[in-house]
DNA sequence: GTGGTCTAGACCACG
DNA sequence: GTGGTCTAGACCACC
């Protein structure tokens, strides 16, 4: 588990760590009971802060997706795969929500904000615009 | 011209200011050499203190979207409404990218991503759903 | 007589026009007991608001270039030519040496700064660089 | 890194500190990716306020000058050296250019301003004139 | 510890 | 009347 993180896109790094946890437990990458890497393992894999990591999985285990096993870690919760699949749209859900709240608010037209998805869905994965 | 301020959403308050007037010009509601509200105005009748208001528009007279005019107040650049059209969808897709880069690295589909747009967009319009 | 303004420069209109009245009179383009134009007409004819004019001839006044002729408006004082000429390079040395302050403390070296003065000058001039 | 503030000199003082970490920069005094002082050791060494400093340094990385490096402070762009080394003579320049428009249009000549210009210089840096 | 935001209030230059 | 600068102090997010 390996952790993508973006120092220039205005989310803390915290919830980017955070955030891509859930993402794999809900994928399946990470499994019931499995641990997540230490704090400092994370740290030094991801360049980032020691302690911005323990943030994260601080956030994690008060959401009941972590679990400290004493002495050995944290491990993912027994719950925590239908938990964090039950979120994963909601998770994005609430951030397109800002987004096409602004966009209504300013004219921009269902046209508009369908054609933006569409392409940049077809730039990000490669497929061509049809 | 008057601007909706959110003290809750995160984002600052100068800078909702800025890209409501942004918005604004792009629509036509401020016309290319129209003055902006003084930001005493704006400030009494956004409610947020005086400085802020200044914050906003000296970050729009840095990008080239307002014009000062000495002793008179601050006018609308004549290349501004280019200016902000270009960016007002530039702004959206800017964010949209981050959610769905987000959203393809976690296995969301090209459907899924295109239905929550379109019940956001509903729930937003007050549209029916279908 | 007609001043020509520069409203991006920073420098202050009213201290634009007094010194373009000053140069004028140091050229003997404006002579001694001559009419300067009367506070609408500048403003009008340099585009600039009447109390800006109104600034510039006090300020004028105060240095006694101009005198008040009760009842036809302002005249070039007496002494004026004389002091004008006087002040004619004082004017430029004085802004020459803030710019020279900042270089010099920088690292800047005589060679650059007097580069920069013959290269401006032949810009401006239209004269060939030898 | 100690900023020297005149606050006599008319000049913002946001302003002065922004050109002289820019210059800090251009002489190699500042290398990239080194830190610049924090806004609050800055403001006490230079004895002016906080909010004073933080204001240049936002101008700074505006310009790409200087990066945020998240919860650590601000350094050196990696292509700031080049910027600042670039734009220390164009700053020069273009002050000069406004002194010699207003002495071409003024009748003064090329011998009276390279003469003020070695004058002042020698006067500034104690270099006896010839 | 770091920077960022916001408020409040004073003062100034300009028109 | 306008915007611009500066100060002072509070609070927050992040590392």
């Not at 609430?94 to 096409?100: F, N």
């Amino acid at each position: 588990m390996i952790c993508q993180i973006d120092t220039n896109n205005g989310i803390p790094i915290y919830e980017q760590i955070s955030r891509q946890v859930k993402f794999a437990i809900a994928n399946g990458s990470l499994l019931v009971g499995e641990h997540v890497p230490s704090v400092r393992e994370m740290a030094t894999s991801a360049a980032v802060n020691v302690n911005t990591v323990a943030r994260a999985y601080r956030d994690l285990q008060a959401q009941g997706v972590l679990v400290s096993i004493r002495g050995t870690g944290l491990a993912v919760a027994s719950d925590a795969p239908e938990k964090c699949r039950r979120e994963r749209l909601e998770m994005i859900r609430e951030r397109l929500r800002y987004i096409m709240r602004e966009a209504i608010q300013n004219g921009v037209t269902s046209e508009e904000i369908h054609s933006l998805v569409r392409s940049e869905w077809d730039a990000l994965t490669g497929e061509p615009p049809p």
